[in-house]
């Protein structure tokens, strides 16, 4: 999907060169094709920004996912430690409560 995708977009850069290249050879303003022109070339600079903001959320989203994951492993560690005095511990009781609380609660 990716290379169909990527294919698209530089069938599009194709044609706006072509259409750049058509009105230079003609020599006389043809304003239909210099309106294609720039509709085409503010699709490829809409694109190009898409493409920026994407990859700039993929970044944040990846921080994210290792922050969660840095959690997740604390909290594993806090429960295997919890195992391991049977939750006898009165600190580690409640913190078995908090590791268990449902967000309603």
Same mark, same amino acid.
């Given at each position: 999907?990716? %290379?169909? #995708?990527?294919?698209?977009?530089?069938?599009?850069?194709?044609?706006?060169?072509?259409?750049?290249?058509?009105?230079?050879?003609? %020599?006389?303003?043809?304003?239909?094709?210099?309106?294609?022109?720039? +509709?085409?070339? #503010?699709?490829?600079?809409?694109?190009?920004?898409?493409?920026?903001?994407?990859? $700039?959320?993929?970044? +944040?989203?990846?921080?994210?996912?290792?922050? #969660?994951?840095?959690?997740?492993? +604390?909290?594993?560690?806090?429960?295997?430690?919890?195992? %391991?005095?049977?939750?006898?511990?009165?600190?580690?009781?409640?913190?078995? %409560?908090?590791?268990?609380?449902?967000?309603? $609660?």
């Amino acid at each position: 999907m990716e %290379g169909s #995708r990527s294919q698209l977009w530089n069938l599009i850069e194709q044609i706006t060169g072509q259409i750049y290249e058509l009105q230079q050879q003609e %020599g006389e303003s043809n304003q239909e094709l210099e309106e294609l022109a720039e +509709k085409l070339q #503010r699709l490829l600079v809409i694109h190009k920004k898409y493409n920026e903001m994407e990859k $700039d959320s993929n970044i +944040k989203l990846l921080a994210l996912m290792r922050e #969660r994951n840095l959690y997740l492993e +604390k909290c594993r560690k806090i429960e295997s430690l919890g195992q %391991g005095m049977n939750w006898q511990n009165p600190v580690m009781s409640k913190v078995l %409560g908090v590791l268990y609380q449902n967000s309603e $609660d």
